[in-house]
């Protein structure tokens, strides 16, 4: 009776320590602990090169002579309206999700940004959207960029996030192409340009070691893309690798 008192209380034990490993088995990235300030955004303009949350690095870069900046910000604008480059920040729902407070926004600048993790993961989740500048211009159109489908709406035109996952060697895995905005189909009706948050699933790829960003569009000229190269990203949802 003892020897069975002694291994039930084992199991207990062994029962308590797998629900609390089970308990950080998944890692969720929201950026609720930044705070932007009065400014609304961190753009990096300290200098810092970019913002870690969690086990996870996304890359910054400020330009100071023009006061401008690629790779990740994080932002509090919510802005749904504001249709020009004054109002970069915003993401077309009008906040992070689950109408949370804080998000990131990504601003392609024609050179790829890597986030890198600092255990090997798997991205069981990743959420993007369109910014406001981004998605009131490709309804639109303006001086720079067109409006999306023409004016008839036969225009097959596009707009992607790609995402490559990259192994624990940092070689490349998986290419996703996330469209934000796609014109191609034959139905009219089916044309459409994202204003909520999408859900990407990007487990496949495995137990990885970063993404690479950067972003496409059907809108391109001899200076690189016309469209506002910016999408917005929140609740980034992670399954670290398990110990051997």
Known sequence: MKKYLIMVAILSL?????????????????????????????????????????????PNSYNSSWDSWSGFSITSHNDTVTADYTNMYSAIPGSGEDLSDIYATYYFSGIPDTI??????????????????????????????????GD?????????????SLDHSARPVTRYNIYLADFRSEDDSMDYI???WNH???????????LVFF????DTGDYGINTPAYVSIDNLELIPEPAE
């Not at 609390?20 to 088995?25: F, I």
């Not at 990407?200 to 970063?210: A, H, K, Q, R, Y």
């Not at 972003?215 to 059907?218: N, R, Y």
């Open 194 to 196: 994202s204003n909520v």
């Open 200 to 210: 990407i699933d990007l487990s496949d790829s495995g137990f990885i070691s970063g």
């Open 152 to 164: 008839d709406g036969s225009d097959p035109d596009w707009f992607r996030l790609v995402i490559t």
């Open 14 to 58: 062994i029962g308590v320590s797998a629900c609390e490993k089970g308990e950080q088995e998944r890692i969720l990235i929201d950026f609720e602990e930044f705070d932007p300030g009065p400014d609304g955004y961190l753009n990096g303009s300290g200098g810092e090169g970019g913002f870690t949350s969690g086990i996870v690095f996304f």
């Open 116 to 149: 890198l993790f600092g255990e090997p993961v798997k991205v069981s989740s990743l959420s993007v959207t369109n910014t406001t500048y981004a998605y009131h211009t490709m309804l639109n159109g303006n001086a720079f960029s067109k409006k999306f489908g």
């Open 215 to 218: 972003i496409e569009s059907s």
